[in-house]
């Protein structure tokens, strides 16, 4: 889980909106999407495993995936939402 305080410094690599913490509604969305084998990395990558974790861009429109604790806050491993 991410540290509140940190969260409050995070922002989006690309915009620099704010960043809060994926719901689990949320990732059960993205994680039916990513199981269709249709999602994609911003950087052209599939992607395939599920999310455990994760942190939306305000505008809601990506999501940056948080590994062992760690966010990726990389653009290119950005998850457009469909």
Do not use: F, K
Not at 22 to 29: F, K, M, N, T, V
């Amino acid at each position: 889980m991410i540290d509140r305080d940190l969260l409050q410094i995070l922002a989006c690599p690309e915009t620099h909106q704010g960043l809060a913490i994926a719901d689990a509604a949320l990732l059960e969305r993205a994680n039916a999407w990513i199981a269709t084998g249709q999602a994609h990395n911003r950087g052209a990558r599939p992607v395939t495993d599920p999310l455990l974790e994760a942190l939306v861009r305000s505008d809601g429109r990506v999501l940056y995936p948080v590994r062992d604790g760690i966010p990726v806050l990389l653009v290119d491993e950005g998850l457009a939402l469909p």
